[in-house]
Structure formats: C-alpha cells, structure tokens
C-alpha cells in the first residue's frame, strides 16, 4: 500500500477492493512512525487521517469519491490547515492554530487526498539544507546522513522514504526541485501564479510559489491540475484557464527545440559526474532527434546575486509583522514596549531568518534602496526579458538541479554565501517566473541523485509535463 507511485493504480486498487483507505492510513502510520529518525513531519494528524480514511471509503462505494481519493498527502509546515497549527518551522509561530485552510489544500481535500500532516522546513522557509527548522533537521532517506535539501526538505525525504504518497512544498529559489534533486524524486514549480499562494505564509512574495513532490509524473500532474487555477483570494493568482495534462496524449515523436546554457556545464562548482551525465544526456536527446544547442547567456553570475538582494528585501517587509505585539511569539522578559519587540524577534526568529531580515533592511535603507534594491529589480526585468527571447526560439530549457549530490547534515556551513550559491541553478525559474520541474535522471559523485531540470516558457505546464514524461519513459 505505502510502496505505490502511481495514482490510477492505487485507485484501481481500492476500487478492487485490495485494500481500504482505513488500512491504507494505518500502513502510512505505521511506518511513519518506523521512521521517526528522519524528521520529516513536524505533526502527525492520526486522527484526522482515519477519519477521512473512513469518509472516502464510503465515497467509494458509492461512487461519489473525488479525482485524488485516497492519495496520502503530506503539507509543508508554511501552509495553514483550519484547527491545525502550522508554524513555517519557527520558534515565533509555534503556537499558532489557523482559522482558515490554503486554497491550494482546501482543493485536495476537495478532491478527497488524506492530508497525514505537516512537513518539517527550514524556518520561514530560508534555506537550502533543512537545518534551520526550530524542529531540528530533517535526514534524508538515501543516506540518512547527507540532507535532503531545503527548504521543503520534510516534504521530498516524506515522499522519498514512502511515508506519503505525495506532497506539498514551497519554491522560492529552488526549495521544491533542490530537495527533489537530492532525494531522487520528482518536484515541480509552476508558473508565478498558477497555483494560488492564499495560506502560504509569505516568505518573499513575489517568488513564492506551490508545487508538489511525487514519484510518479501521474501523480505529480494530477495534483497540479486539482490546485491551479484562479482564487478569488488571490490578486496574482492567473485567471488563464489551466488545460488538462493528458499524459497519454504526450507526443513523443515530434522534435523538440532544447537550449541549455553553456555557462552551466562550464561552472566550477559542477560535480564531474553530473556534468559527464548531462553531456552525456544531451548526446541521448540528439540521437533521438530533438534540437539540443548551448546558447550563451552571460546574466548567469547575476542571478544569485539579483535573487538574494529582492528575495530579502522582501522577507524584511513580510516578517515585520512578527514583532510580539501583532503576531508570533512574545518574550516574557520586557521591560516596555522597545523590549517587547527586541526580545521577542531575538527570541523567536531563528539565525538564518536574523540575517536574511538584516540584509533585506540594509538594502531598502535609505542611501542603499537605489544602488541595490532598484538595481535589482532591473536586472530582474532584463533576465526575463532575455529569457522570453530564448524561448522564442526553443521549447524548453534544460540543466541539472543542482550543482552536485546532496551534502552531508554536519557539513560546514559558516559562509553564508556558499549556502547561497546552492540554488545557483534553480533562482532562474522564480526570477522569471517560469513552471520548472526536476526529474531523477543523473547521479553524481557516490552514485547519489541529482536531478536533471526542465524550464519551459510561463503557462507551459502542459508541455512540459508531457515532455518531462516521455523524458522518464524512454
């Protein structure tokens, strides 16, 4: 029951009657529990789960069950659920209960999915190796001793180690398709706008973006479909129609017109491996007959540099709110009000939120707003403008996720910066807002996953998940 990928097959099975959602949920609970050394969930909703369980079990029988009936998902602890806490990984929301339910969870219960609980992340959702969670870290299911990425690293070593059949994460530079890199699994990030952000706790707003984690494109696809689409609760949520994925529609055999930037098969800081692979997996669509060429695009070094200057800034001006006195946690030993907030944002934030507050008030400061801030967000606009050329030209954009293998938990991470450049291949996809998905195709140094990474222009959802399943087909 916990060990099936594939959507149409679990409901094929519960229709036969192999098994029952209630069984089913007792499995996942069982083996959640064997698994608690991962520290992939922050809360377990046992309860919840078999009740749902027992609903879509009558659904079923009489026919009435919902498109995702019985899919077992899990939830990022930064997306809020009515009378369950949710605390984006943080000492400051640790005590929250929401009154209302994303919308993007509120359409999978919808559609009758078992949400099974909430996903440990790094706090706020800032970070790159599921470390910076006020619930410790998160081990990833390959090696328990390597991580299994950030920030939605709960959500990928969940699905990776089939506690859950899917499940939910954020992607603001990369925390969807990185922790998918490193876990083996699939992860995807639409379009800005596709899937609504209403209930997402906001970490930098323009970015910010939902998406799922699967094993199986069926799944993947399914999800996506269920969550896009307009939400009146929403401003930037599309009101484009989103078309049905249809995979078995996907047309295999037309040629496709595939760019990949020289600069990232020539970056330093690509392992050996993944690059061989990649050259290697360029030479396979070749032979298939699609057009693959290296284009240059020199705004490269740029893009880290451009996303952590907006993505900061705007992390300053959300996580103002969490002062003590309007929202989160508040520090018992005050004094008057300056105290309240001092102690309170010392005591609640963790140190990787601190210093992204810091850098995003120092570049909105006075004297600093122009030379940084506005420059950036003009850099912002010249690489989507150069990236909407590209795809004029080609179908899709393809790399690796990331630069190399996952790392290990205890690996040294004093330098800021180099933590940073993890998302050196992810950033480009939520500066231009454009869907992107990591498949598990390449292995790098010690046989370890990374993901092979397709871009395709906004609001090609379609195309590319027909594309990125013939990929995982062939």
Same mark, same amino acid.
């Given at each position: 029951?916990?060990?099936?990928?594939?959507?149409?097959?679990?409901?094929?099975?519960?229709?036969?009657?192999?098994?029952?959602?209630?069984?089913?949920?007792?499995?996942?609970?069982?083996?959640?529990?064997?698994?608690?050394?991962?520290?992939?969930?922050?809360?377990?909703?046992?309860?919840?789960?078999?009740?749902?369980?027992?609903?879509?079990?009558?659904?079923?029988?009489?026919?009435?069950?919902?498109?995702?009936?019985?899919?077992?998902?899990?939830?990022?602890?930064?997306?809020?659920?009515?009378?369950?806490?949710?605390?984006?990984?943080?000492?400051?929301?640790? %005590?929250?209960? #929401?009154?209302? =339910?994303?919308? !993007? &969870?509120?359409?999978?219960?919808?559609? +009758? /999915?078992?949400?099974?609980?909430?996903?440990?992340?790094?706090?706020?959702?800032?970070?790159?190796?599921?470390?910076?969670?006020?619930?410790?870290?998160?081990?990833?299911?390959?090696?328990?001793?390597?991580?299994?990425?950030?920030?939605?690293?709960?959500?990928?070593?969940?699905?990776?180690?089939?506690?859950?059949?899917?499940?939910?994460?954020?992607?603001?530079?990369?925390?969807?398709?990185?922790?998918?890199?490193?876990?083996?699994?699939?992860?995807?990030?639409?379009?800005?706008?596709?899937?609504?952000?209403?209930?997402?706790?906001?970490?930098?707003?323009?970015?910010?973006?939902?998406?799922?984690?699967?094993?199986?494109?069926?799944?993947?696809?399914?999800?996506?479909?269920?969550?896009?689409?307009?939400? %009146?609760?929403? #401003?930037?949520? =599309?009101?484009? !129609? &989103?078309?049905?994925?249809?995979?078995? +529609? /996907?047309?295999?055999?037309?040629?496709?017109?595939?760019?990949?930037?020289?600069?990232?098969?020539?970056?330093?800081?690509?392992?050996?491996?993944?690059?061989?692979?990649?050259?290697?997996?360029?030479?396979?669509?070749?032979?298939?007959?699609?057009?693959?060429?290296?284009?240059?695009?020199?705004?490269?070094?740029?893009?880290?540099?451009?996303?952590?200057?907006?993505?900061?800034?705007?992390?300053?001006?959300?996580?103002?709110?969490?002062?003590?006195?309007?929202?989160?946690?508040?520090?018992?030993?005050?004094?008057?009000?300056?105290?309240?907030?001092?102690?309170?944002?010392?005591?609640?934030?963790?140190?990787?939120?601190?210093?992204?507050?810091?850098?995003?008030?120092?570049?909105?400061?006075?004297?600093?707003?122009?030379?940084?801030?506005?420059?950036?967000?003009?850099?912002?606009?010249?690489?989507?403008?150069?990236?909407?050329?590209?795809?004029?030209?080609?179908?899709?954009?393809?790399?690796?996720?990331?630069?190399?293998?996952?790392?290990?938990?205890?690996?040294?991470?004093?330098?800021?910066?180099?933590?940073?450049?993890?998302?050196?291949?992810?950033?480009?996809?939520?500066?231009?807002?454009?869907?992107?998905?990591?498949?598990?195709?390449?292995?790098?140094?010690?046989?370890?996953?990374?993901?092979?990474?397709?871009?395709?222009?906004?609001?090609?959802?379609?195309?590319?998940?027909?594309?990125?399943?013939?990929?995982?087909?062939?």
């Amino acid at each position: 029951m916990t060990d099936i990928d594939s959507l149409p097959v679990l409901q094929e099975k519960l229709q036969n009657g192999a098994f029952t959602c209630t069984e089913m949920i007792e499995a996942f609970l069982e083996r959640i529990q064997g698994h608690a050394s991962l520290n992939a969930f922050v809360e377990v909703f046992a309860h919840d789960a078999r009740s749902r369980a027992t609903v879509i079990d009558a659904k079923l029988n009489h026919g009435t069950a919902g498109k995702l009936a019985g899919l077992v998902v899990g939830i990022k602890d930064n997306m809020v659920y009515r009378h369950h806490k949710g605390s984006a990984g943080s000492k400051m929301l640790a %005590e929250f209960e #929401s009154l209302f =339910t994303a919308t !993007a &969870v509120q359409r999978l219960l919808d559609e +009758d /999915a078992i949400v099974i609980g909430r996903l440990n992340c790094d706090e706020f959702a800032m970070g790159s190796a599921n470390k910076f969670s006020h619930y410790g870290p998160t081990h990833n299911p390959v090696d328990n001793k390597r991580t299994p990425g950030g920030s939605s690293g709960g959500s990928a070593a969940a699905v990776a180690a089939r506690l859950v059949h899917a499940s939910l994460g954020s992607d603001t530079g990369g925390s969807i398709r990185q922790p998918a890199s490193f876990t083996g699994t699939l992860g995807f990030k639409p379009s800005y706008g596709r899937i609504s952000r209403h209930g997402l706790v906001a970490f930098a707003s323009s970015f910010d973006q939902i998406g799922p984690l699967a094993r199986s494109m069926d799944t993947l696809s399914a999800l996506y479909e269920v969550m896009a689409g307009p939400d %009146e609760y929403d #401003s930037t949520a =599309t009101q484009q !129609a &989103v078309a049905p994925v249809a995979l078995s +529609d /996907a047309d295999r055999d037309t040629p496709r017109r595939i760019a990949y930037f020289k600069e990232v098969l020539e970056n330093p800081k690509l392992d050996e491996k993944v690059k061989k692979q990649t050259q290697d997996y360029l030479a396979r669509l070749r032979e298939q007959g699609h057009e693959v060429e290296g284009v240059n695009f020199p705004l490269l070094d740029y893009l880290v540099p451009t996303y952590y200057i907006l993505s900061t800034a705007e992390a300053s001006s959300n996580l103002a709110r969490y002062d003590g006195i309007h929202y989160g946690y508040r520090s018992e030993e005050v004094e008057n009000l300056e105290t309240v907030y001092k102690r309170s944002r010392t005591e609640g934030f963790g140190p990787e939120v601190k210093r992204r507050i810091l850098l995003g008030t120092f570049v909105l400061s006075s004297g600093y707003y122009d030379a940084y801030y506005g420059k950036a967000q003009k850099a912002r606009r010249l690489i989507a403008d150069q990236t909407e050329e590209l795809f004029k030209r080609f179908d899709f954009l393809i790399s690796p996720t990331t630069p190399h293998p996952a790392f290990l938990v205890e690996a040294e991470s004093s330098d800021p910066t180099a933590m940073y450049l993890e998302d050196i291949f992810t950033v480009h996809a939520n500066l231009t807002g454009t869907p992107a998905i990591s498949l598990p195709l390449l292995r790098g140094t010690g046989k370890l996953p990374v993901g092979l990474q397709l871009t395709a222009p906004r609001f090609a959802e379609k195309a590319l998940f027909q594309f990125a399943h013939g990929l995982l087909q062939r």
